[in-house]
């Protein structure tokens, strides 16, 4: 018979790196699905392939080539473009389409808004048999227009809320702000709109991100209003949480932790990368905080917000980090008695400052240095969870295991911290269970928040049982 015409174009998506890379992702999905084509999981009965790269160290940037390499793959069969946006040719640009010849439209951070017009371009000159792929820089950096909607590609309960594009901050490690432009913040409205539409929509956990979320504002109103636009997010009426991520030490002020402490929705969950403890190293990261300032903000933190949960990451091995600063940043561990900690071994990014330097740490040492520091952590964090022995915590579930429930506390933010595990209450009576109690336990499903009293722990996960119902 005729050939079947094939209606619509499918695209399957990629998101590599951070939350943010995600939230971009989610809103080309919406954009695209707008523009006629259907969103797929499923590479191999994908159109079209779209990758959004990360590039922001060393490991990153390899694993963007590789995925790239690997997808290319699907061209032989059913592919007919491979569309690679984002961070990697945001940063390396020129010198990428020489290197993949299978990409045929190449697209930076700036001028995600395009893609529709630029991906039907691409797909007329595949038809006229054209060789060279598309090319596409602008300046770095994406907001979406108001009202874009977004395709949720995480599970239903959890989403990230991007607050702002870009960074001014100016650490002498990092390439973002080439990559992803100058900071600005998105206006409140148009914030407090996505969430209202996120929480209508079932949205349990709301994870607000940015290069840096204590930022918020500065560019709009000279300070920043983060107080401000939580104070505004915790008035959206519904059963959910509000957590920040990635918030500069040094905009941490008395007013942001007064929004916590008198707070509805906000987890008492701070995000602080501190990356490290050394004064010297700090300054020659080009970070604004000194050691004084930093066990003096901790200090006010825990008085302010007794309960809250604190994260941060450090990097080992920075050019002139002597086994004297490390064995510093050890000590500064067993005081600080962070609930969570991410390290990264440095890595050495061609056209940073910090590149510079000399002397740099030989990379096995860095890893060694980067071992070990975790390896003292997971004692402290160990104790902090076994610490919560005996007290109920609030419990977003998240899957079903063999023997009960997985899920987080306002503690646990998704992916980078550990998780709670809850066995059902009839786990020790099997034979002796009330109906209720069967029924009340088949009612529970991902999404759900439960009530979990903490029974154990380990480093990475804390133990839990649903307390006993109680019959009315």
Same mark, same amino acid.
């Given at each position: 018979g005729p050939q079947e015409v094939k209606a619509v174009m499918k695209i399957g998506w990629v998101a590599l790196g951070?939350?943010?890379?995600?939230?971009?992702?989610? %809103?080309?999905?919406?954009?695209?699905?707008?523009?006629?084509?259907?969103?797929? *999981?499923?590479?191999?009965?994908?159109?079209?392939?779209?990758?959004?790269?990360?590039? %922001?160290?060393?490991?990153?940037? +390899?694993?963007?080539?590789?995925?790239?390499? +690997?997808?290319?793959?699907?061209?032989?069969?059913?592919?007919?473009?491979?569309? =690679?946006?984002?961070?990697?040719?945001?940063?390396?640009? $020129?010198?990428?389409?020489a290197l993949l010849p299978e990409v045929d439209l190449w697209l930076g951070t700036g001028d995600y808004s395009r893609l529709p017009e630029l991906v039907a371009a691409a797909l007329a000159r595949d038809r006229d048999g054209k060789e060279t792929a598309l090319f596409h820089l602008e300046d770095p950096g994406w907001l979406p227009e108001p009202g874009l909607a977004r395709v949720l590609s995480t599970a239903p309960y959890t989403a990230y809320v991007k607050i702002a594009e870009g960074c001014d901050n100016r650490c002498r490690y990092c390439v973002i702000p080439r990559i992803r432009g100058p900071y600005r913040s998105r206006p409140p409205e148009e914030i407090e709109q996505e969430v209202r539409e996120l929480v209508e929509s079932g949205v349990k956990e709301i994870n607000l991100v940015a290069q840096d979320t204590t930022a918020y504002g500065i560019d709009r109103e000279g300070r920043s209003t983060l107080p401000?636009?939580? *104070?505004?997010?915790? $008035?959206?009426? @519904?059963?959910?949480?509000?957590?920040?991520?990635?918030?500069?030490?040094? $905009?941490?002020?008395? +007013?942001?932790?007064?929004?916590?402490?008198?707070?509805?929705?906000?987890?008492?969950?701070?995000?602080?990368?501190?990356?490290?403890?050394? &004064?010297?190293?700090?300054?020659?990261? &080009?970070?604004?905080? *000194?050691?004084?300032?930093?066990?003096?903000?901790?200090?006010?933190?825990?008085?302010?917000?007794?309960?809250?949960?604190?994260?941060?990451?450090?990097?080992? @091995?920075?050019?002139?980090? *002597?086994?004297?600063?490390f064995a510093g940043l050890l000590s500064f561990l067993d005081v600080a008695r962070f609930d969570w900690v991410g390290a990264f071994a440095y890595s050495r990014e061609e056209g940073t400052p910090a590149a510079a330097l000399k002397p740099q740490v030989p990379p096995a040492v860095r890893e060694r240095r980067r071992q070990e520091l975790l390896a003292r952590q997971e004692a402290i964090t160990a104790e902090k969870n076994r610490a919560l022995c005996g007290k109920h915590l609030k419990v977003l579930v998240e899957k079903k295991t063999a023997n009960?429930?997985? @899920?987080?506390?306002?503690?646990?933010?998704?992916?980078?911290?550990?998780?709670? $595990?809850?066995?059902?209450?009839?786990?020790?009576?099997?034979?002796? =269970?009330?109906?209720?109690?069967?029924?009340?336990?088949?009612?529970?499903?991902? @999404?759900?928040?439960?009530? =979990?009293? =903490?029974?154990?722990?380990?480093?990475?996960?804390?133990? &839990?049982?649903?307390?006993?119902?109680?019959?009315?």
């Open positions: 951070c939350p943010k890379n995600l939230v971009d992702t989610e %809103f080309l999905i919406g954009l695209m699905k707008r523009a006629g084509y259907e969103y797929t *999981t499923r590479p191999e009965e994908a159109d079209i392939l779209a990758i959004n790269t990360c590039c %922001f160290i060393q490991s990153a940037t +390899e694993e963007s080539l590789d995925r790239i390499v +690997e997808y290319a793959r699907y061209k032989e069969k059913n592919c007919r473009l491979l569309v =690679v946006l984002g961070c990697l040719p945001q940063r390396y640009g $020129r010198q990428l389409p401000q636009l939580l *104070t505004r997010l915790d $008035r959206i009426a @519904g059963d959910f949480w509000l957590r920040v991520l990635y918030a500069y030490p040094d $905009r941490v002020s008395s +007013e942001l932790l007064a929004v916590f402490r008198g707070s509805e929705h906000l987890c008492a969950y701070l995000d602080l990368p501190l990356q490290h403890i050394s &004064g010297k190293i700090l300054k020659a990261m &080009g970070r604004r905080s *000194t050691p004084g300032e930093i066990l003096r903000l901790l200090a006010r933190i825990r008085e302010v917000v007794p309960e809250m949960a604190l994260r941060t990451t450090f990097i080992l @091995g920075y050019p002139g980090e *002597t086994e004297e600063d009960g429930w997985v @899920g987080r506390s306002y503690r646990e933010a998704p992916e980078i911290d550990g998780l709670v $595990r809850i066995a059902p209450a009839d786990l020790l009576a099997r034979t002796s =269970v009330a109906h209720e109690c069967v029924a009340h336990e088949c009612a529970i499903k991902p @999404g759900d928040f439960l009530t =979990v009293e =903490v029974t154990g722990a380990g480093a990475y996960e804390i133990y &839990g049982r649903v307390p006993a119902v109680v019959a009315p």
